[in-house]
């Protein structure tokens, strides 16, 4: 889930379940979503993304839920791997001609071998 | 392809000094944001342009300015820099054609200490 003050959720698994990472957006007018990962000491790196005529993606071991009427996005990770470890954002995109991505505060998702 | 690129990877200055940092892309895109992230706070917005010659302001424009005078590069300028100012800094890149939506792509960071 999203943050409260400077401390960030934090989802610990063990290696080969599934994990599910949640957030919570603010712009009902929001029409893209993407979810991003970040390594330690790296920048954000794309997983997978959705736009709002969709409430389900699938990638590869990953998984978008998107559920408008209650503002939620969920990333669900199969056979979570310790290479997975690494903070999660959401961000969405407003409507039309805005570019411009509102980030979450992030998720640690650490890894248990 | 090399992506979004940045420089310098760290840097420390004294409170008033100014710099640069710099960010380019090899992608062709026309739209590129400047971040800074801080503990707790994701990821905001400083300042953010649509094309060469066109920018505008963020969430947290205060401090520092850009410019956009080619395609391929976006500087970030922090005039008089101040202990606020401590962040990594990461700029990214996106095509803005409006029959696509595309993912940002983000460089590797500029991490400053200002003392």
């Known amino acids: 889930g999203e943050s409260v003050g400077l401390h960030l959720p934090t989802l610990s698994v063990q290696e080969g379940d599934n994990s599910i990472i949640n957030c919570a957006y603010s712009?009902?007018?929001?029409?893209?979503f993407i979810w991003y990962k970040q390594e330690s000491g790296k920048g954000p790196q794309f997983i997978i993304d959705i736009r709002s005529n969709m409430d389900k993606r699938q990638g590869q071991r990953v998984t978008v839920l998107l559920n408008k009427t209650v503002k939620h996005l969920s990333l669900q990770i199969a056979a979570t791997q310790p290479g997975d470890s690494a903070v999660y954002f959401c961000?969405?995109?407003?409507?039309?001609?805005?570019?411009?991505?509102?980030f979450g505060k992030g998720t640690l998702l650490t890894v248990n071998p | 392809n090399a992506g979004v690129t940045q420089t310098p990877k760290f840097q420390v200055l004294k409170t008033g000094q100014s710099m640069t940092l710099q960010c380019a892309q090899d992608m062709n895109h026309e739209y590129m944001s400047w971040y800074r992230q801080d503990p707790g706070m994701g990821l905001r917005l400083i300042h953010y342009?649509?094309?060469?010659?066109?920018?505008d302001q963020g969430e947290v424009p205060n401090g520092y300015n850009v410019s956009r005078s080619t395609t391929e590069d976006f500087p970030l300028r922090l005039l008089s820099a101040a202990p606020s100012q401590t962040s990594v800094y990461f700029c990214a890149s996106s095509s803005a054609r409006a029959d696509r939506t595309d993912t940002q792509y983000f460089g590797p960071g500029t991490r400053l200490t200002v003392l």
């Open positions: 342009s649509v094309g060469a010659g066109i920018t």
């Open positions: 712009n009902s007018a929001s029409d893209y």
């Open positions: 961000a969405e995109k407003g409507g039309g001609s805005n570019y411009k991505l509102t």
